[in-house]
């Protein structure tokens, strides 16, 4: 039987305690403190019904409040605990004292050396552990941790080499001995493939609580384990840069760079150069592109769709045959990289006018996502939107900022042309010059909108007639590969044959111009 004592911290109640068991002759197995105020007593050979006889007398005891039975003492629990560690631990495991001899090792140990526990225990650790000397470590004035290559049996491990330090009675340190846990290669090995599996952590910081972009995430999950390219789709601002990083940190080649091209915003040598890099008789002047600097891991492609045709013909033979060469050298490289390209355009129908390369969208799009926009995602944009403020609020030493329910709705309603960009800066805008600690919708600075009426640029150049015909030349180009004739075409919008054939003429849209 094990009794808990729940009592205050008074000096001498546990020598009153004990007391009672000494006038009784009862034989205690062991006691043990526990502070604040609870004493545990185990004793083996003590029945209840003898125990019912003095339990008053415990209990009468000043500053004693319980006396209770207790399945176990607290050094059983953590002898159990630390026992079903070590036999269950999945690697060697081995526990040495202060001269290296060895005190207890689990099932694993002795399964790899081949005999039992009692054979193994009280045997110098150096038997059977090479590259390494114990003996000096232990001597040495300060005995401090070790990760160690060495040799077990006849194989390689990796061994971390931990002291024991016990304080003692005058306060001085001891050192009690040492525990070792050892790793095998395939260990290593098995460890760092699960490391390297699709990591929940890395998509953590994209917002998905709508549908829509849960689907993606599951999506781009799957795919980043894959080794072919990517295409992510969708309009500027929805975040495609930040889901292409997440899925290089969750692939096998999170270890290796990630490096940005942005084919929009350089002119098409200097992208050139920047991809491929420039040759030179000199070692010293040879620039390196990012095919070299990625080296193993992933190039992100820009708004690839701005890519010039020069620029995607070379892109290509990179793709197709995995060499390059710099500007101005002819020596080849060899390249192992994965792409992962974006775009916000209709990749697809410019491929049909004829402004990007067949073959080259089939390369890249290998593996497509669709990301979508803002205004596709409407339950993402208040938790979006309190995180953009939380995060700037605290940057600028604001605390506890709140959107009105006024500007709730607005925010919620607006359809963000520009995407998550847009509500971020134009949140970053709001914390940082607004007074007070509540957001209201004036504070945002935004082109007017309403539900009503919808949205217009303010920055809307031209007339209404060109911006009609500007929108039905584009709606005839993307309708005429599936309805070639222009009877088909007229009968699809309802419109008269010749009515549609002054249209096609007038827009210089035909067979020549549109690829079907």
Request: proline letters at 4%; glycine letters at 8%; charged letters at 25%.
């Amino acid at each position: 039987m094990r009794l808990e004592i729940g009592c205050l911290d008074r000096v001498g109640i546990a020598q009153d305690v004990l007391s009672i068991f000494v006038e009784r002759s009862i034989d205690l197995r062991g006691i043990e403190l526990e502070q604040p105020g609870r004493i545990f007593i185990n004793i083996p050979d003590l029945d209840f019904s003898e125990l019912q006889t003095f339990m008053p007398q415990l209990r009468l005891i000043e500053g004693v409040e319980d006396v209770k039975t207790t399945p176990y003492m607290p050094s059983e629990r953590e002898k159990n605990e630390l026992s079903t560690l070590i036999k269950t631990f999945p690697d060697p495991f081995v526990s040495i004292d202060a001269k290296g001899n060895i005190r207890i090792v689990n099932h694993v140990t002795a399964s790899i050396i081949g005999c039992s526990n009692g054979e193994i225990v009280g045997q110098h650790v150096s038997q059977w552990l090479k590259g390494f000397n114990f003996n000096r470590w232990l001597d040495s004035e300060e005995v401090l941790a070790q990760t160690r290559r060495l040799k077990f049996i006849d194989d390689d491990y990796v061994a971390d080499i931990m002291p024991i330090h016990i304080q003692g009675i005058d306060g001085e340190v001891i050192l009690a001995g040492a525990v070792l846990i050892l790793k095998s290669e395939i260990r290593l090995g098995q460890q760092m493939s699960a490391f390297k599996q699709a990591n929940e952590n890395n998509f953590a910081g994209i917002q998905a609580s709508s549908g829509a972009m849960r689907k993606v995430i599951r999506e781009a999950k799957r795919m980043s384990l894959l080794e072919s390219s990517m295409l992510l789709v969708g309009e500027t601002g929805t975040g495609k840069e930040l889901i292409a990083r997440a899925c290089h940190a969750a692939s096998d080649r999170a270890d290796k760079p990630f490096m940005t091209l942005n084919c929009a915003s350089l002119p098409d040598e200097a992208a050139e150069t920047e991809l491929f890099g420039m040759g030179s008789n000199n070692p010293e002047l040879i620039k390196k592109g990012l095919f070299e600097l990625a080296g193993g891991g992933t190039i992100f492609l820009d708004e690839v769709g701005e890519m010039s045709p020069k620029l995607q013909i070379k892109l290509l033979r990179v793709i197709q045959d995995g060499i390059f060469r710099r500007v101005d050298d002819e020596k080849e490289i060899n390249v192992n990289v994965r792409f992962i390209s974006s775009t916000n355009h209709d990749l697809l129908t410019m491929v049909q006018q004829g402004e990007f390369r067949e073959d080259l969208y089939y390369r890249l799009n290998v593996l497509g996502l669709n990301i979508p926009s803002l205004r596709e995602r409407r339950s993402d944009i208040i938790p979006l939107a309190e995180y953009f403020i939380a995060k700037f609020g605290q940057r600028i030493g604001k605390g506890s900022i709140n959107m009105s329910d006024d500007c709730r709705d607005f925010i919620e309603h607006y359809p963000w042309p520009g995407n998550v960009r847009q509500l971020e800066n134009v949140l970053i805008r709001a914390v940082s010059l607004m007074e007070g600690n509540l957001i209201q919708t004036s504070h945002l600075q935004l082109p007017a909108y309403t539900r009503e009426h919808g949205y217009l640029e303010q920055e809307f150049e031209g007339t209404l007639d060109a911006a009609v015909k500007g929108f039905e030349a584009d709606l005839l180009r993307k309708l005429y590969p599936a309805y070639p004739s222009t009877r088909q075409l007229a009968k699809k919008l309802g419109l008269s044959h010749t009515a549609i054939a002054n249209k096609l003429r007038e827009y210089d849209i035909n067979k020549k111009t549109v690829k079907i």
